[in-house]
């Protein structure tokens, strides 16, 4: 599948795979310098780039693993999401869950996008909904006996 980018920076990198199987696209930081984001503190973070996703695709902004372990930052929403008609400059809120200041680098991965399709649904008011096993059982509920 192509996907259109535009480098709305010059600095900006075009997101790169760190697998042939990878599922998720590394975006980096694109700053003129680093950035400090102190303990608790949600910073955005730009990429430098605007995508053009194809007609039932969105692109998932998640965590990268090694940045959300080993610095405690990761994407203040928990998952970020690109529509594909929105065609302004991606961005990241990166949040910092250490008790530490942390610092981004100029061109650090920061996060990971992964393109899906999704299914845009007819929402139909009922009276009544089917019955299931499960029922109106809440967080918790499935597994308990």
């Not at 949600?42 to 194809?54: C, D, H, K």
């Amino acid at each position: 599948m192509e996907v259109g980018i535009k480098k709305l920076n010059e600095n900006a990198a075009i997101p790169s795979y760190g697998s042939e199987f990878a599922a998720g696209a590394d975006l980096y930081a694109c700053i003129g310098s680093d950035i400090e984001v102190k303990p608790h503190e949600t910073v955005l973070i730009p990429t430098g780039i605007a995508l053009e996703l194809p007609v039932g695709y969105a692109g998932l902004i998640y965590a990268r693993s090694g940045l959300a372990t080993k610095k405690g930052l990761a994407p203040a929403n928990k998952v970020g999401v690109v529509d594909c008609d929105y065609r302004g400059e991606v961005k990241v809120a990166l949040h910092n869950h250490s008790e530490i200041p942390q610092t981004v680098a100029v061109g650090e991965r920061v996060a990971q996008l992964v393109i899906t399709p999704y299914i845009t649904a007819k929402f139909v008011l009922k009276d009544e909904l089917s019955d299931t096993v499960r029922g109106a059982g809440g967080f918790g509920s499935t597994g308990r006996k």
